[in-house]
């Protein structure tokens, strides 16, 4: 009689509590929660596949490393460039450049320089003072009136958000700031002002992540929405697609497009809602040796860009 079950006693299965047993330890700590992306890369996924760098003629870029934490890189391109126009077609003129520059990366500290053939001069530096805070800079000059500027960032990493405070030449200021709510979902938001324009804007953002998709939306006072979803397919396939939509001037986009990443080389591209498509291909050839094709058709406005280029190092 020891085996038998008392009166009033209900017998719980053992598959009803090992499923009570495992939502009891899926349930959210929200004490520990992990640290959300940074706030201007919220649809980085989405830019890496629908906004490839493409470019129109040659380009040749070539990179020697004289140490570890020191190298050396010259790069030489040669196409046409469009130059602005009051008609609807597009009017281009042949331009060449040729571009040295000069990194140093440490872990703690990152050093980038570029000088060009035109006169231009480009600068970056990111320094981590400590483990949470980091600084960076970016700066150009030119030759051109009022067209050189530079930026400050100061970044904030904590447990589970991210700051940041920027400021630049012509009195503009920005900050902004992304929380996780869930281990999936992360809000945002951010705030700037040009004081040489006259200028304020304030923005809010979300970002769900998953193993399988990524989706992200961003709403702005100065009238701009992005929307953006990414699902990954596979551990080398992936699809995405954008929607940008300005309820100020009514402009409307949107597009879908691809990355594929194979053994050899990697393959992206979209198509939009203007008609126009963009593919771009990088295939490695050899060890520090990578061949790229670039292509965007644009029909209605009979623009075809083709180009392709050569990466050593």
């Keep these: 009689m020891a085996g038998l079950v008392p009166p009033g006693t209900t017998t719980i299965p053992a598959e009803a509590s090992k499923t009570a047993h495992t939502k009891a330890e899926e349930k959210t700590d929200y004490m520990n929660l992990p640290c959300p992306i940074p706030f201007e890369e919220l649809q980085r996924e989405a830019l890496m596949s629908l906004k490839p760098e493409t470019f129109e003629g040659l380009r040749f870029d070539f990179t020697k490393g004289l140490n570890q934490k020191f190298s050396l890189s010259h790069s030489v391109s040669m196409g046409p460039t469009e130059i602005p126009s009051q008609s609807a077609e597009t009017i281009k003129i042949p331009t060449a450049h040729y ?171 979209k198509i939009d809602s203007n008609g126009c498509t963009t593919g771009f291909l990088e295939e490695r050839l050899n060890m520090g040796l990578n061949f790229i094709l670039s292509a965007e058709i644009d029909h209605m406005k009979k623009d075809y860009k083709f180009g392709f280029g050569l990466t050593v190092g």
């Design 99 to 269: 571009e040295f520059g000069a990194n140093f990366i440490d872990p703690n500290l990152m050093l980038i320089g570029r000088v060009l053939t035109d006169g231009r001069l480009n600068a970056r530096v990111k320094w981590d003072l400590t483990e949470n805070l980091t600084v960076k800079a970016n700066a150009q000059l030119t030759n051109e009136p009022h067209m050189s500027h530079g930026m400050f960032n100061f970044d904030y990493k904590g447990k589970d958000y991210r700051s940041q405070f920027q400021m630049g030449n012509g009195a503009l200021f920005g900050a902004s700031y992304i929380q996780s709510v869930t281990p999936h979902l992360s809000l945002g938001g951010e705030v700037f002002w040009a004081g040489q324009h006259r200028k304020s804007g304030l923005g809010y953002a979300a970002r769900y992540e998953t193993d399988k998709m990524v989706a992200a939306g961003q709403v702005a006072s100065t009238g701009m929405i992005a929307l953006s979803y990414v699902q990954k397919v596979s551990e080398k396939v992936s699809l995405a697609s954008d929607f940008m939509y300005n309820y100020i001037t009514k402009d409307v986009t949107s597009s879908v497009g691809y990355d594929y990443i194979l053994r050899q080389c990697r393959l992206r591209g």
